[in-house]
């Protein structure tokens, strides 16, 4: 039997926003462009597929795995499209809003089928 390794969950933050972690800034620094993308298109796949949350090995050498529950999507995919956004990649911008949109419409779809099951 193989045993697998297990990791502790931290917060997305502490890898990812700038503005809570100086190590997070000089991550993003380097390795913002395929970082950040990853991460969004895998938002992309989780919202498509109806998932609560995605779990995430950030970098190879990180103790830990963050994790980005629905609720943040939205909040991540907005730090991505700032991000390619400063600098200057309006295509990678233009797939986020893309996703964005996404997100909101199912998130709409969703309000509104509660707001039916509350009518019957």
């Known amino acids: 039997m193989r ?9 997305w ?7 809570v972690s100086t190590r997070a800034a000089k991550f993003i620094q380097i390795s913002g462009n395929d970082v950040l993308w990853q991460i969004a298109t895998n ?8 998932k609560s949350e995605l779990v995430l090995l950030v970098h190879p050498n990180a103790g830990a795995v963050i994790k980005i529950t629905a609720s943040e999507f939205e909040e991540v995919l907005n ?10 990649n309006y295509k990678n911008c ?3 809003q893309k996703m964005l949109k996404n997100l909101n419409n ?13 009518l019957i």
């Open 106 to 118: 199912k998130k709409h779809k969703e309000s509104s089928k509660k707001m039916a099951g509350m």
């Open 43 to 50: 938002i992309d796949n989780a919202i498509f597929n109806n």
């Open 13 to 19: 933050r502490k890898y990812l926003d700038v503005n």
């Open 79 to 88: 730090l991505s499209l700032n991000w390619f956004e400063s600098n200057e």
């Open 3 to 11: 045993r697998t390794k297990s990791f502790s969950t931290v917060d």
């Open 94 to 96: 233009a797939h986020i």
